[in-house]
């Protein structure tokens, strides 16, 4: 299996902040990675597919990039409804994985 | 619009097989990776396996033992069956419409999904 690995597992930012957000492969994956956002007690969202593309609807503030292990998750200007929790997937292979979580906190 | 929407047992003894159901509205299943996915209260997200319209399954080698995906054309609608149910089993469970192109699986539509909690 491959193993996803996020960091930070926590983060605490104001609105208007700009962050990032790191997702570690076990092995190269090339550009198979996705973000998805959950809010609580809701599904998980589907943000950025192919490392870098924005999936229909999301706002632009969301940008991902990186490829073969290292991978980025950027938010520009943190909005209100931008706190929540953030999933890497690495969309590789099978057994599908994804990362531990990262919770984006209001400071 | 595409909709999921899972049903099923709330609860579950230990020892029992968990049955869930995923209908699909708005659109046919004869397509894409019909797929579960399941969270733990507090904990991050395990993909279980999906099915392909085709019949096709794959699982996570954890649970291979344990777990079977069908779909079921005429219903429009895919299933769970996951047996041997313990506590560490107790996860909200949703199923996802999975999109399976040139940058691998991903997936775009998610039920509502539904807890499931193993007691006695």
């Known amino acids: 299996d491959i193993q996803m690995t996020q960091s930070p597992s926590s983060l605490s930012a104001s609105v208007g902040d700009r962050v990032t957000i790191t997702c570690r492969a076990s092995?190269?994956?090339?550009?198979?990675l996705n973000w998805y956002q959950q809010k609580p007690g809701k599904a998980p969202k589907l943000l950025i597919y192919?490392?870098?593309s924005l999936q229909s609807g999301v706002p632009s503030r969301f940008s991902g990039s990186g490829s073969g292990t290292d991978f980025t998750l950027a938010i520009s200007s943190l909005q209100p409804e931008d706190f929540a929790t953030y999933y890497c997937?690495?969309?590789?292979?099978?057994?599908?994985?994804f990362g531990q979580g990262t919770r984006l906190e209001i400071k | 619009q595409v909709q999921l929407q899972e049903s099923g047992p709330g609860l579950v003894k230990p020892s029992e097989t968990l049955s869930l159901n995923c209908t699909v509205s708005?659109?046919?299943?004869?397509?894409?990776?019909w797929t579960w996915i399941r969270q733990p209260p507090g904990e991050g997200l395990e993909w279980i396996g999906h099915?392909?319209?085709?019949?096709?399954?794959d699982y996570t080698p954890s649970l291979e033992r344990r777990v079977t995906i069908s779909a079921d054309m005429s219903k429009n609608e895919f299933s769970l069956n996951l047996n041997s149910m313990t506590a560490a089993d107790t996860a909200v469970y949703y199923c996802?419409?999975?999109?399976?192109?040139?940058?691998?699986?991903?997936?775009?539509?998610w039920g509502r999904g539904t807890l499931v909690t193993v007691s006695s």
């Open positions: 099915v392909y319209y085709t019949g096709r399954t």
């Open positions: 092995q190269s994956i090339s550009t198979f």
């Open positions: 997937q690495q969309s590789y292979s099978t057994p599908i994985t």
């Open positions: 708005g659109g046919s299943i004869s397509s894409y990776f």
């Open positions: 996802a419409r999975g999109f399976h192109g040139m940058r691998g699986w991903s997936y775009d539509l």
């Open positions: 192919g490392a870098s």
